[in-house]
Each structure stands twice: as C-alpha cells, then as structure tokens.
C-alpha cells in the first residue's frame, strides 16, 4: 500500500549549518507533496509544497527537492537556526485521483544546537 | 496565517463524559479533518469532510463521531471519554483543488 516514511527520527545539527531532512515515498502515482513544521504545543505549519511537474522548489532559506526516480523528497534548511527546532513531516497527495485526503509521513525531530 | 480555530485548548474530563471539541474555520474550505495525534508522533486521521453534509472516517478506528452542518463548523463528539482516548486532536482545513491542509492549534484531553 502506499506509504510515507522518514529515514531517520531525529537529526541534530549545529547552528549555522545546513540541515537535510529526508522522506521517501511508495506510491509512484504520487503528483504532489508538502512539507510541515509543527513546534511543540502547537499545530502543524506549512512551509513549502512541491508538484510532480517539479524537481526542486525554494522558499525563504528552505529548498525541496523531488526525485521522482526513487521516489524521494527532502527538505534542506539554510543557515539552521535554534527556531527551526522542530518536528518536521512530509504528506503526499494524488491530486488527480479525486478526494483524497494527504498521506503523512512519520516525522523527523530537528533539534538544533547553540 | 490560516484562519482556524480550536477550542477548548485543553481539557481535563472524568471517564464517561460526553464531550464535544469545536473547530472553525473563516476560509470557507470546503475540506475540513481531525487528527489524533500524541506528541511529536504521527499524525492519524480520524475524520474528513469534503463539505457540508458529507463525512467520512479515516484511516485510524476511532470512537469518536462528526457532524457538518455548516462550511465552517466541523465538531467532533465522544459519547464516553475513555483514558484510551488521551491525546491531541487537531483540525485542519483545505480548500478545493490541491489538498494544502492549514491546521488548527489543537486540544489537548486528558481523560481521567
């Protein structure tokens, strides 16, 4: 079935460096993506979308990129800093298949260290 | 900024109450949704709406049930909270065409 998973659970990264947060996904049918920031004790927040018409898109410091090859997306964070401390999710989408509700990933734990 | 709005933000309720989570939203989406979710796992959908009088469960059983009677209203009822059912529940909205979900603040239960 189709499936939205992350590599890794947590990634630290010192400030300053660049982040990479990883998702792949199962469903090659698969036509759009979203990446979402949720702080704790908070709702998850939209940071930047992809459509498979795409390779790469680049938003205020964060970049994602679509390889549709191997059906891998990632989200690179420039410049991390200690508010980009976060859970970070992937969700996938089949647009054209009608309503169908985003497929999200399990999450990666961003924690940035001062 | 979305525009939508969860209330209450935390609740501490008794096992056998009934109880009745509120979300709004000022968009007008016409998709609405809960989620299920513990803190800092994964998201699990327990209810959607594609718009008023349509509702449909999710990927996760829940206990729980919903109600669309306007666009921008889409509460969610437990009958008899459980200890089982502790956890965050938050509500998220999209408009129609690419399904860019915009969520809520979210209510924290905790079911005594």
């Known amino acids: 079935g189709e499936s939205v998973g992350l590599h890794l659970p947590t990634l630290s990264v010192q400030e300053g460096d660049n982040s990479i947060i990883n998702c792949a996904y199962s469903?090659?049918?698969?036509?759009?993506f979203i990446w979402y920031k949720q702080e704790s004790g908070k709702g998850p927040q939209f940071i930047i979308d992809?459509?498979?018409?795409?390779d790469k898109r680049q938003g205020q410091r964060v970049t994602v990129l679509l390889n549709k090859t191997v059906k891998h997306l990632s989200l690179q964070i420039a410049a991390t800093q200690p508010g980009d401390s976060a859970v970070y999710f992937c969700?996938?989408?089949?647009?054209?298949?009608?309503?169908?509700?985003?497929?999200f990933g399990k999450g990666t734990r961003l924690s940035v260290i001062a | 900024e979305a525009d939508i709005y969860q209330t209450p933000r935390y609740l501490v309720i008794g096992t056998g109450k009934k109880i009745t989570l509120e979300c709004s939203q000022t968009?007008?989406?016409?998709?609405m949704y809960w989620y299920q979710q513990d803190p800092g796992m994964e998201l699990h959908l327990i209810h959607y709406?594609?718009?008023?009088?349509?509702?449909e469960k999710g990927d996760l059983s829940s206990e729980s049930t919903v109600s669309r009677i306007r666009t921008e209203h889409f509460p969610l009822t437990l009958e008899s909270a459980r200890p089982s059912h502790t956890s965050q529940y938050l509500c998220?909205?999209?408009?129609?065409?690419?399904?860019?979900?915009?969520f809520g603040p979210g209510t924290r239960l905790l079911v005594l």
């Open positions: 992809i459509r498979s018409n795409m």
């Open positions: 998220a909205s999209s408009p129609t065409g690419w399904e860019t979900q915009y």
């Open positions: 969700a996938e989408n089949i647009f054209h298949s009608g309503n169908t509700p985003l497929v």
């Open positions: 709406s594609y718009g008023v009088n349509s509702t």
């Open positions: 469903n090659s049918a698969s036509d759009y």
């Open positions: 968009m007008g989406h016409d998709k």
